[in-house]
């Protein structure tokens, strides 16, 4: 069992910043591919970012590409989203969540039925 704790969320003007954290009590997370995803009201979990166990790959969705980066420090058992240029659209509750998979395959890496283990959540809301 994984238990996931994001912080970092809150409230930030339009154009603005915030990081985003993740951690695991068990420091396991360095065993697992992780990756963000976000729910906006209404709306279904969406893929933001995803990132290989020793950090060397990561994968975006189109609209964070070039304002979010996601990256890890396994010695610290924990996973960032660096946000920057936020928009009233990333608006959501953001989730981190860790795949035991192994396969780097698109298609894979964004279906959130493939990660095993996920947060609680954090609230991000950004105002225009």
């Known amino acids: 069992q994984v238990l996931l704790v994001e912080s970092g969320g809150g409230l930030v003007q339009g154009g603005g910043s915030l990081r985003l954290s993740c951690g695991d009590s068990e420091r396991r997370l360095k065993n697992y591919r992780m990756g963000w995803f976000r729910q906006a009201p209404g709306k279904e979990r969406e893929f933001v970012a995803a990132?290989?166990?020793?950090?060397?790959?990561?994968y975006y969705v189109d609209s964070a590409e070039g304002r979010f980066t996601i990256s890890r420090d396994n010695a610290k058992n924990t996973l960032y989203l660096q946000m920057n240029s936020l928009k009233p659209e990333d608006t959501a509750v953001y989730y981190c969540?860790?795949?035991?998979?192994?396969?780097?395959?698109?298609?894979?890496?964004?279906?959130?039925?493939?990660?095993?283990?996920w947060g609680q959540g954090t609230q991000v809301t950004v105002s225009s």
């Open positions: 969540a860790a795949s035991d998979k192994f396969s780097w395959r698109q298609s894979i890496l964004v279906q959130a039925s493939n990660y095993d283990y």
């Open positions: 990132i290989s166990r020793s950090g060397d790959m990561t």
